[in-house]
C-alpha cells in the first residue's frame, strides 16, 4: 500500500471512482487499493459483477451517497437511510459517505411544492444551518452500521451573511457529531476561483485528524467560472493542494473521480501514479521537516497559518465557541473577565425555529433556481443564472444517460427541447420521473414533427410509464390553456 494511511480510521490507499462505462478498466488498473461507488447506482441484492470481482480480489468498496441531503431542512428521509445501510453491509464496506449539502426543498415546512434540485447545493454557513445539519448527522449516524464521512461541496454561488468560515464550520461539525470527514481539494480549488476563499486558510482551521480519505478531480475555467466537471485531467493547482494537506497529515485515502469524457485507461492510470508521487512527495517533506524538529504542521512550516488560528496535530481543536454550558471570559477594561458572547449566549442551540429558517431561506433559494421565482435578497443574480443554467444542463445530461434513447430520437433538437420543458417544469420527483415528463411535454405539445420520431417517442412512453401516451384530446387541452396564458 503506499504511504497513506497514520490518521484515525481505515487505512484505504489510492483509489478511483467505479462508473460502468470505465469497470473494465478499472479492474486492470495496477496497484488499485480502493473504490468508490455511487450508493444510488447500485442495487444491494444485485451488485455488478466487476464490483464483486473487485471484492474478491480485496479492493475495498466504499459506497458514496448524492441524494440524502443532510444540509437540507427536512430531517433526512428513512428509507433512504436504510437502502444506504442495506448497501453499505452488501458492499462490506468500512464507512459511509455523504455531502454537506441540500438537494431538495419546499413542502411541509414551508407549505410550498417540493422541488428538486438534481444537484448538490451549498448550505449557508450559519449557527442555524449548522444546528440543523448536526441533528440530521446525528440521525443518519443512527440509522448507518458503519461510520459516516461528509463531503465539503464546490459552489457557484455564496449565501449571504454567513456568520462562519468553512474550516470552522466543519470543525463545528465534528466536535459535535464525531462525523468524519471526506475533503475535496478539487472542491477548496473550485470555491477559490468561484468565491474567493482560501484553501490553506479552510485546510488550516479545519481538524485533520477526522480526514476519513480525500477526493482529487479535475474541472475547467469558463468565463471566469470553475466547474467541477469531473471529466477533465486534474490540473496543478488542485494536486498542490492536495500536497499542502498531505504535508500536514497522512491521508487515510486518496480517490480520482471521472464522471464523464472517460479518457484510455492509461491516463487513468497516469493520473493515479500523479497522486501518489504527490502523496509520496509531500511525506518525504513532512518527514525532513520532523528530522528538524518542526512539526509538519506547525506556523514555522505553514507561513500561511500563522495568525489563522492554526492547530497542530494532536493538540487542542480551535473552536469558535465554548462547549454548551460553559461561560467563557476575555480580560475586561479593568483588568478583570468579563463574559463573552457566544453562540450558547446569543440563542439556544437547534430547535424547531432553526429548521423552519434554514427551510424558508433554502426553498427561496432553490425555487429561484429552478423555478423562476425573483432572487432573494442579498444573492449575486449573475451567479444565480449561472448556477440555474448549471441545473438545467445537468438534468439534460443525467436524463441522456439515463434515457440514451431520447437523445437518439430527437438528435440536435434534444437539448433545446430540453431546456424549453425545464424552463416551466421543475423537477419534483427525481431523474426518471423527470425523463418521463419531459416526453410526456413533448408528446402533449405535439412535437417533434417528424411522425417516425413522434411514433418512437411514444413507443418509448409504452414500454416505461404503463399507460396511455397524451392523445388528442389532451394536446387540444394544452393548446387552450397555452392560448389563455398568451391574451
Known sequence: MTELGTARGTELGVGIGWRPEIAGAVEALPGLDWVEVVAENVCAGHLPESLQRLRARGVTVVPHGVSLGLGGADRPDAGRLAELAAKAEALGAPLVTEHIAF????????????????????????????????????????????????????????????????????????????????????????NHVNR???????????????????HVAGGLERDGVWHDTHAHPVPEPVLDILSELASRISPPGVLLERDDRFPPAEELASE?????????????ARARSAADGAPADSPAEHPLLIGAGARVSGGPMPHPRTAPGESPAAPGPSGGTEPVETHETRRPVGGERARDRVAVAQAALLSALVAGTPAPEGFDT????????????????????????????????????????????????????????????????????DPDARR????????????????????LIHAARAALVRR
Not at 452500521?145 to 470552522?168: D, K
Not at 493515479?272 to 518525504?284: D, M, P, Q, S, Y
Not at 440555474?388 to 427541447?417: H, Q
Not at 418512437?456 to 392523445?471: H, I, M, N, S
Request: proline share 8%; net charge neutral; with cysteine.
Open 103 to 190: 438537494v431538495r426543498a419546499g413542502g411541509p415546512l414551508t407549505a410550498t411544492p417540493l422541488l428538486e434540485a438534481g444537484h448538490l447545493l451549498p448550505v449557508p454557513r450559519t449557527w442555524d444551518a449548522l444546528d440543523v445539519l448536526c441533528e440530521n448527522v446525528r440521525i443518519a449516524q443512527e440509522a448507518l452500521p458503519v461510520p459516516l464521512a461528509l463531503e465539503n461541496i464546490a459552489a457557484l454561488i455564496s449565501w449571504p451573511g454567513e456568520e462562519l468560515t468553512e474550516g470552522e464550520f466543519l470543525a463545528e461539525l465534528v466536535e459535535r457529531t464525531g462525523v468524519r470527514l471526506l475533503i475535496d481539494v478539487a472542491n477548496l480549488h473550485t
Open 196 to 214: 474567493g476563499e482560501s484553501p490553506s486558510k479552510a485546510l488550516a482551521e479545519l481538524p485533520v485528524e477526522a480526514i476519513a480519505y480525500v
Open 382 to 449: 449573475r451567479r444565480l443564472g449561472v448556477q440555474s443554467r448549471a441545473l438545467v444542463g445537468k438534468r439534460a445530461e443525467v436524463i441522456a444517460k439515463i434515457a440514451p434513447e431520447l437523445p437518439e430520437i430527437l438528435g440536435d433538437d434534444y437539448r433545446p427541447a430540453f431546456r424549453a420543458y425545464a424552463k416551466s417544469r421543475p423537477m419534483t420527483g427525481g431523474y426518471r420521473r423527470d425523463a418521463l415528463g419531459f416526453v410526456e411535454h413533448l408528446l402533449v405539445t405535439g412535437r417533434p414533427e
Open 456 to 475: 418512437r417517442l411514444t413507443r418509448w412512453w409504452q414500454d416505461r410509464a404503463d399507460t396511455r401516451p397524451p392523445g388528442l384530446a389532451a394536446r
Open 272 to 284: 493515479l501514479e500523479a497522486i501518489r508521487r504527490t502523496v509520496a512527495g509531500a511525506a518525504v
